[in-house]
């Protein structure tokens, strides 16, 4: 007996996705691959940036000696100045109308005035002031010192460099500070911690995400930025090669030496940039994504 029941139909499959093709996005990016291998090339090759000249100069003593400076230079600005930041950001949020008056003007004065004209402050202050005396105020002179003796080319350009930097330095740490909710450190408080214990323990930890990124780049700024006390005499990198090519004219290649070792020297810094804001990303993420390395790791495996 034949069955009236009509057979089932077969499932239907799922459709298929078929993905965008990006015509216009591969055509962009052979165009923009042209241009970086010829410029590339046009580099390599040009005769006139004078490679052979650079290999030579780039490890002679000078311009060590100088690369030295600007490492020095680089390094006690930003301790100091991040170490007098952090006390001016902490005038400037204390309930204290004097103490935050004071680290309000000392920042918007010194964020108004260009480097150059305080590095050349600071070489001219003898003029100021020829002699430094200590003292009592209105009273006897314990000793003084001449101020040529006491400020050099060097001195000067710390202090310009320092008192720079400790004002954009306070602002990184008051934005990171305040940009912690405040309840959380309200409700350590009514929980019975020190606010010394909640900075250290609740709002800083916090505030070092916002903190780091902004603090890298000011370093590598500053890296960069001392580069100007060559206006000084100061004998950084720059001003080491300039003093080799106003000797030999060769203007183009010292001035890549001083590139190369400027570009070596961000490129560390920015690598341990990054691995310093990964470190204080694993609060804010749960699974952080995979460093270069691993990723590279990943691709040959």
């Known amino acids: 007996m034949t069955s009236l029941v009509a057979p089932e139909a077969p499932p239907a499959s799922p459709p298929r996705t078929v993905?965008?093709?990006?015509?216009?996005?591969?055509?962009?990016?052979?165009?923009v691959l042209v241009l970086v291998v010829w410029a590339l090339r046009s580099v390599a090759l040009n005769p006139a940036f004078g490679w052979g000249t650079v290999a030579q100069y780039v490890l002679t003593p000078s311009v060590l000696r100088g690369l030295?400076?600007?490492l020095l230079l680089t390094?006690?600005?930003?301790?100091?100045?991040?170490?007098?930041?952090?006390?001016?950001?902490?005038m400037r949020l204390s309930g204290n109308p004097v103490l935050s008056s004071v680290s309000w003007a000392?920042?918007?004065?010194?964020r108004s005035t260009p480097l150059l004209v305080q590095l050349l402050f600071w070489y001219n202050v003898g003029a100021l002031y020829p002699q430094l005396s200590l003292g009592i105020p209105f009273g006897p002179t314990f000793f003084s010192v001449e101020s040529v003796d006491l400020i050099s080319v060097l001195v000067a350009a710390l202090l310009g460099l320092i008192l720079h930097e400790a004002a954009y330095a306070a602002e990184i740490v008051r934005g990171g500070i305040l940009s912690v909710d405040a309840g959380q450190s309200e409700a350590a408080v009514s929980l019975g911690m020190t606010r010394a214990r909640v900075l250290r323990r609740i709002v800083l930890p916090q505030a070092m995400r916002s903190i780091i990124p902004a603090t890298?780049?000011?370093?590598?700024?500053?890296?960069?930025?001392?580069?100007?006390v060559s206006v000084i005499a100061v004998t950084d990198l720059l001003y080491s090669v300039q003093t080799i090519y106003n000797r030999t004219y060769e203007i183009i290649p010292l001035l890549l030496v001083a590139t190369v070792w400027y570009v070596v020297l961000t490129s560390i810094l920015s690598v341990g940039q990054y691995y310093v804001?990964?470190?204080?990303?694993?609060?804010?993420?749960?699974?952080?994504?995979?460093?270069p390395l691993q990723r590279?790791?990943?691709?040959?495996s």
């Open 277 to 291: 804001e990964r470190y204080y990303a694993r609060g804010a993420e749960r699974t952080l994504p995979p460093t």
């Open 75 to 90: 390094f006690a600005t930003t301790v100091v100045g991040f170490l007098l930041g952090i006390g001016l950001a902490a």
């Open 106 to 110: 000392y920042v918007w004065l010194f």
């Open 296 to 300: 590279l790791r990943r691709w040959n």
């Open 68 to 70: 030295a400076t600007t």
């Open 216 to 228: 890298g780049n000011m370093v590598i700024g500053t890296l960069k930025g001392t580069s100007i």
């Open 19 to 31: 993905g965008s093709r990006h015509v216009g996005r591969w055509v962009w990016a052979a165009v």
